[in-house]
């Protein structure tokens, strides 16, 4: 089960229709329909990058202007490349959606049961999104190497459980980033991935001392071996190193790239 392109009001992105006849709205953007001048063209959507501010905050009001959010129906967390959750109550709208001083600090995961719109950044690292129907919450967990092997993903359904959902019932996306076929690491990533994992059939051998890892089947594992059948898991196939014409990547177009925004957000049903 995969995702669909859509072409919204002014901007092109990625959603999931079965997650919008839910009453969720999902997205994942394109590098594309924005204002940033290069080596940032144009929808770069991060603030942490090197690009003018003031540009980013004109892509994000039209990232926003897509999902009809004001900034301050919006939360953000830091990322630090870790493995922390945080729960988003209705008092931290807009924290990181117009700066980054503001966001969530020391986080990678957030996830809510209120109707904020949670928004993370990617440039090859895997945006991973959750809904859990019984919780009525969402989440979206940026996923990186170290995020990866320290199971981020499986910290999020621990906190559903915490809460008194099944994991097994929650719907699980994972959306573009880099593939297998660009992503090399070395000793030291793969080490980190043995300490976590008990058997590793995401990472294959390439060079010495060099491995290809495959983040989305990694997340993936994590998710099927917490109970979440097949039919509640969707997975982009797009690699966003390969293609550099849709997506930033930090891999293939080095540090000064922008980077893309993950959306989600469980809308308020409508009124008979």
Not at 61 to 76: G, H, R, T
Not at 163 to 175: F, V
Not at 193 to 209: D, E, I, M, Y
Request: proline share 6%; net charge negative.
């Amino acid at each position: 089960m995969t995702w669909s392109w859509r072409q919204g009001k002014n901007l092109t992105y990625l959603t999931i229709p079965r997650w919008e006849a839910a009453g969720l709205q999902i997205g994942f953007s394109t590098r594309w329909g924005g204002v940033s001048p290069a080596p940032y063209a144009s929808l770069n959507l991060g603030l942490h990058v090197g690009d003018e501010p003031d540009k980013v905050r004109l892509n994000r009001d039209l990232w926003f202007q897509e999902w009809d959010a004001a900034p301050s129906q919006v939360v953000v967390g830091e990322q630090v490349h870790g493995t922390r959750i945080h729960q988003v109550q209705e008092k931290d709208g807009g924290r990181g959606s117009e700066s980054l001083d503001s966001a969530i600090a020391g986080v990678d995961g957030l996830y809510t049961m209120e109707h904020t719109g949670l928004m993370a950044f990617f440039a090859d690292c895997v945006p991973v999104f959750f809904y859990h129907p019984g919780l009525q919450a969402v989440g979206i967990a940026h996923a990186g190497w170290k995020g990866t092997a320290g199971k981020i993903v499986g910290h999020m359904l621990e906190e559903f459980r915490r809460l008194g959902g099944d994991p097994g019932e929650t719907w699980a996306a994972i959306g573009p980033s880099i593939g297998p076929c660009c992503y090399e690491v070395d000793e030291r990533v793969m080490a980190e991935f043995a300490k976590n994992f008990t058997h590793t059939p995401f990472l294959k051998p390439s060079r010495s001392g060099h491995g290809l890892l495959d983040l989305k089947a990694a997340n993936a594992m994590v998710l099927r071996e917490a109970g979440i059948p097949r039919e509640r898991l969707w997975v982009a196939p797009e690699c966003t190193a390969c293609h550099t014409d849709s997506f930033f990547s930090h891999r293939r177009e080095g540090p000064q790239t922008g980077r893309m925004a993950g959306w989600i957000r469980r809308l308020p049903e409508k009124e008979e």
